[in-house]
């Protein structure tokens, strides 16, 4: 008994002991959120490619303010050593966050003078991680930023005009497709990407002459053929047909043919979720049905999609 005891001992300790060549990996499992009784959250990292995905993070607290603190320094990729292989922060080590306030649903964040060291090809996907990032945290009305006591009204390195406080009207990994100045149509749309198997969902905010709603310019660019960036991908089967839609009471409804089922007459998560994100992104709703043939398949509210 003694001898297996020990042995036991032995063989849990060297299992325990971190090993140089362990790949790092972000755990957002379920069974991590059922044994700490806290979810995980969602965090934008940058890819190789220089997109913005959404990424996963377990935050070790419930409180709004802490929280949103320990997400920025996730950010800086001090505190956080176990980010996914291929993603990064955008944020300088050596930035400090010196104060957050929220007041009236607004994020207030001082930061440290280091938060100005950006490169310029990064300044503006920084702060793009920034907000997205905190707004979908919880329902905040915006951000506002300073540096050490000064409000942020541009951009470090360009001197871009910022919006005094930012929400994701700034759009994400931006892509125009203008003809005309004039009737511009902002449509952020979610594609999949793979990386080290692994997917990740990829917000794309589309500038387009198109004044359709916008639904509709969702559902034709994930059914097109043809996706503008080769490494974003959609699972919605190109004979996918929206046959009508409605709004109510904070409800987006979606009837489509059967072409969005797969061979098993399921839908793919990946689908579910390519849609709902891009509809949460666009419509003021909370909840998205989906139905094929007015019969209803899948229903999501936004708090089950984080």
Excluded: C, W
Aim: hydrophobic share 40%; aromatic share 8%.
């Amino acid at each position: 008994m003694l001898i297996t005891t020990i042995t036991v001992f032995i063989l849990l300790v060297v299992y325990l002991i971190p090993t140089k060549d362990q790949p790092k990996e972000l755990e957002t499992n379920l069974e991590v959120e059922y044994i700490t009784g806290l979810g995980t959250n969602t965090i934008y990292l940058l890819n190789e490619r220089g997109y913005l995905v959404k990424s996963r993070i377990l935050l070790t607290t419930d409180q709004q303010v802490d929280q949103v603190r320990e997400l920025l320094e996730n950010l800086t990729g001090k505190v956080n050593s176990k980010l996914p292989n291929g993603l990064e922060t955008l944020m300088d080590e050596d930035v400090k966050i010196l104060k957050v306030e929220i007041q009236d649903g607004i994020v207030m964040v001082d930061f440290s003078k280091e938060f100005m060291n950006v490169p310029l090809e990064r300044e503006e996907k920084m702060i793009e991680a920034i907000v997205y990032s905190i707004l979908d945290l919880d329902s905040f009305k915006g951000v506002k930023i300073s540096i050490e006591g000064e409000a942020l009204t541009m951009l470090p390195k360009s001197q871009e005009k910022l919006p005094e406080i930012l929400t994701k009207d700034i759009g994400i990994n931006k892509s125009y497709d203008l003809t005309d100045r004039n009737n511009i149509n902002k449509v952020v749309i979610y594609y999949v990407e793979e990386f080290d198997h692994n997917l990740y969902y990829v917000p794309v905010t589309k500038y387009v002459n198109d004044s359709r709603d916008k639904i509709k310019i969702i559902v034709d660019n994930l059914t097109s053929n043809y996706i503008y960036e080769p490494n974003l991908m959609s699972f919605l089967n190109q004979d996918t047909k929206l046959l009508d839609y409605r709004v109510e009471d904070q409800m987006m409804i979606l009837n489509f043919n059967d072409s969005i089922f797969t061979d098993e007459s399921q839908i793919l998560e990946e689908v579910v979720y390519s849609i709902a994100y891009s509809v949460f992104d666009n419509y003021d709703v909370n909840e998205v049905v989906l139905q094929v043939n007015e019969q209803e398949i899948v229903k999501k509210s936004i708090n089950m999609l984080e």
